[in-house]
């Protein structure tokens, strides 16, 4: 779902950028006031989680792959508008550092992931958590509504890419940019996020949400104690965990849909567009999570690592740095 | 002496209405040359490092610390900088928060620096001769201040003659790190007797600097002389010597596996042993 750098055209990029912009401005005025000082290093881990469930690949139908987002779980957690900053925040690392999503289609990539994903998520959960009572009930509200809403963020990302060809072409009719019309880019990205990546998302969500409520109670804003060592060992257990496990990412082979090279793109549709051939390309750190000659699970256990630390630093860094509220309670 | 008119009089001199207004005079820069000594200050006073379990111990950390210096400063590959640069990420992960603010900002602006400097180069069209050098100053940036950060003065010094630094060093290190903060606070006073003192407006304040740099180094050699004369009385005879019990621990030896892995890599991504 990360769109890649040329896959839109400039003034697309510049629309979903200058949308997103009162977005991060109202998601950084609400986490002021809504997420206690003390919490915001979590908002690290979270983003850290999200980071995660995006290295894991699964393989879809059409032989394309998805990932899970798990920004429905961070809104859970820590309000919709802390998912937010914390979904944009894992995705500018991976776009700077790995090359996953352009840099140019970051407003686009945060419009579906960091915003659509997450609000339709916690509008969904906070309905049916009103029917649905009790612990189950939470868990089950949590599983439907991240399946919605990853849905809901893959049909953005489909319309996103399936308008390109209509609204920018050559006088031969030849796309410049994303080359696929909305009949073919909506049923593609929404056949794989229905049958699997859907799935996959609320799997993710569920079973991490019934771990942080079992052993780490105080990992979110229902409680507002600070979590004690015993949960800061649990919950860096389970990112020891996730990052050891990432490489079966791995196993699925083929490119996610829409995010192919530019040679593949030329031998599926006949002819390079015109608009992405020689467009501007952002050279990342660690491109497509691998690490030189090392072999590939192992550069992308590096990457986790390294994404990982990256995300907790520059949300406990941006905790510290954060005028203190007195407190009149 | 005064003349007095009449006895039980007021001397004229001490009748006469005084004028004297002192000018306005700018005193930005001894409040800056404060500020700046009191925020040294604050940093020196910081204890960053609390020991856990998994902690190697003083002498280890420190051997540990000099040779991933040496192999980044070496490594021609960047593969081997990037690894060694995720366990100095992995470690700031876990430090306390004033801590981690200072490693960051350090190794940043020390990594930012080096980019400056290795501007021409980038400009030259060769980009990644200067993002490698700013990679190294970094990751040599973290993992020095992340030692010193999470190492006790005391453990450091005794660490330092563990690995076989003459004593001389040592003796001048350990005075050093014991006189340093109470220097601070020495300058910190002649800072202020100077600002309170300078009346109107004073066109050469940077003389007095000179004053203060001289009061500073008058009294650190007074401190350190006392402080070897107290030692001396204690029985210190110049050799600073590791008690025998110590012995490595089983953390340590996890610790130095772990350093023999690191330099197999590195020979190995330098090309110095057969795949």
């Not at chain 2, 050093?176 to 007797?193: D, N, Q, Y």
């Not at chain 2, 600073?240 to 012995?247: C, N, V």
Request: hydrophobic share 50%; proline share 6%.
């Amino acid at each position: 779902m990360h769109i890649p750098e040329n896959y839109l055209s400039p003034s697309t990029c510049a629309i979903t950028t200058a949308a997103m912009l009162p977005v991060w401005g109202c998601a950084i005025k609400r986490v002021r006031e809504d997420v206690p000082q003390e919490k915001l290093p979590l908002l690290g881990v979270a983003a850290a989680f999200c980071f995660l469930s995006m290295m894991f690949n699964i393989p879809l139908p059409g032989g394309t792959t998805g990932h899970a987002v798990c920004g429905t779980l961070v809104a859970i957690l820590f309000g919709p508008w802390a998912a937010v900053i914390v979904v944009s925040v894992a995705l500018a690392v991976q776009a700077f550092f790995f090359g996953d999503g352009g840099i140019l289609a970051f407003g686009a990539n945060c419009l579906n992931m960091a915003f659509i994903l997450p609000m339709v998520g916690y509008s969904l959960y906070t309905l049916l958590k009103r029917h649905l009572k009790g612990e189950r009930g939470e868990l089950v509200s949590a599983a439907i509504a991240s399946y919605l809403a990853l849905n809901a963020a893959a049909l953005a990302a489909a319309l996103e890419f399936g308008i390109q060809p209509a609204l920018f072409h050559d006088a031969a009719g030849n796309a410049l940019y994303c080359p696929y019309p909305l009949s073919v880019s909506v049923p593609a990205m929404l056949l794989g996020h229905l049958t699997v990546a859907g799935f996959a998302e609320a799997g993710f969500t569920v079973g991490i949400l019934a771990f942080l409520r079992s052993t780490a109670p105080s990992f979110g804003l229902t409680e507002k104690n600070e979590p004690s060592g015993k949960t800061s060992v649990a919950i860096f257990s389970l990112l020891a965990v996730l990052i050891a496990a990432c490489p079966l990412g791995l196993l699925a082979t083929g490119d996610a849909w829409g995010e192919w090279g530019l040679e593949d793109l030329s031998v599926q549709v006949g002819y390079t567009p015109a608009g992405m051939d020689g467009g501007w390309e952002w050279s990342a750190l660690l491109p497509d999570y691998a690490v030189g000659s090392l072999p590939a699970w192992l550069g992308y256990v590096l990457s986790a690592v390294i994404g990982v630390s990256l995300l907790v630093i520059i949300f406990r860094v941006a905790g510290a740095l954060a005028k203190p509220r007195p407190s009149f309670d | 002496m005064p003349k007095l008119e009449k006895q039980g009089q007021l001397p004229s001199w001490l009748t006469q209405e005084e004028h004297y207004q002192p000018t306005n005079d700018r005193d930005g820069f001894i409040a800056r040359s404060a500020l700046s000594i009191s925020s040294a200050l604050a940093r020196l006073r910081l204890d960053g490092g609390a020991e856990t379990p998994l902690s190697p111990s003083a002498p280890v950390k420190l051997l540990l610390a000099l040779a991933c210096l040496l192999l980044v400063s070496l490594a021609r590959n960047y593969l081997f900088v990037l690894i060694v640069l995720a366990g100095v990420l992995v470690r700031a992960c876990l430090l306390p928060r004033a801590a981690l603010l200072r490693v960051v900002t350090t190794s940043l602006s020390a990594a930012l620096l080096a980019l400056v400097i290795m501007l021409p180069a980038i400009l030259l069209g060769q980009p990644h001769s200067a993002l490698g050098i700013a990679g190294k100053t970094l990751t040599c940036s973290g993992i020095a201040m992340e030692t010193a950060l999470s190492t006790p003065p005391a453990e450091l010094t005794g660490a330092l003659r563990k690995l076989g630094m003459p004593n001389v060093l040592i003796m001048t290190l350990d005075l050093t790190l014991k006189s340093i903060v109470r220097l601070g606070e020495v300058a910190l006073e002649a800072l202020s007797a100077l600002r309170l003192r300078s009346v109107g407006r004073n066109q050469h304040k940077d003389l007095s600097m000179g004053g203060i740099g001289g009061v500073v180094l008058l009294k650190a050699a007074e401190a350190a002389q006392q402080t070897h004369d107290a030692m001396r009385c204690r029985g210190f005879t110049g050799s600073y010597d590791m008690p025998h019990s110590w012995r490595p621990r089983a953390i340590d030896l996890v610790w130095l596996c772990l350093l023999a892995v690191l330099l197999a890599i590195f020979c190995y991504l330098q090309g110095l042993i057969a795949p």
